[in-house]
């Protein structure tokens, strides 16, 4: 038994991954929310593939504290497979800009079940939420990571106040290498 877990660890660590694939697909949904109410993200992703649904969940336990994850399937022809994310974030007291709040973030990101095997990358993101009048502006640098690469993406959105505790998150991942490209995507977010 110890044997299978040594192993299913060692695969966990040093899977392979894309870093086109990487950086295309790593959404980071989550953004300030006016409680600490956990919220649900629901939409699509396009890609060059077509447009994928995004599911997502954040919680806010603390004031400084955000936990979440992300959960897309993917199809790629006959092709099924799942990408998903786990995130830490935390939110300082200090801040960047005098009119906007920073969140760090940290996370791991896995593509699962692909014909091309696994592949497993980390992130580490600062975010800056800025409310400039009625627009509520979300610009988001990550560090796509693993042993063997390395991206920047600059993820980009605005949320919309719908109804009370239903926003629409319109907005871009921008990927740099090894040529400048963009994933839009279209979430819907709920304050459950």
Known sequence: ?????????VNFLFCISDASFAAESSI????????????????????ENGVNPVSGLQIQPTSNLLLGGVLSPRKNGDDL?????VLIGYIPNFKILKFSTNIIQVGMHRYRFSDDGGSRWFSFSVTEAAQL????LNVCWNKLFTQTWERNTVLVS?????????YLQPGAIAFFT????YSPFLLVSINL
């Open 81 to 85: 497979s799942i990408y998903y994310h």
């Open 28 to 47: 980071i949904p989550f953004q300030l929310s006016p409680g600490s109410r956990p919220m649900l993200h629901l939409g699509g992703l396009q890609d």
């Open 178 to 181: 090894p040529n400048f490209d």
């Open 158 to 166: 605005t949320k919309i106040k719908l109804l009370k505790d239903l």
């Open 1 to 9: 038994m110890q044997y299978i877990v040594l192993s299913i660890f």
């Open 133 to 136: 009048g009625s627009l509520n």
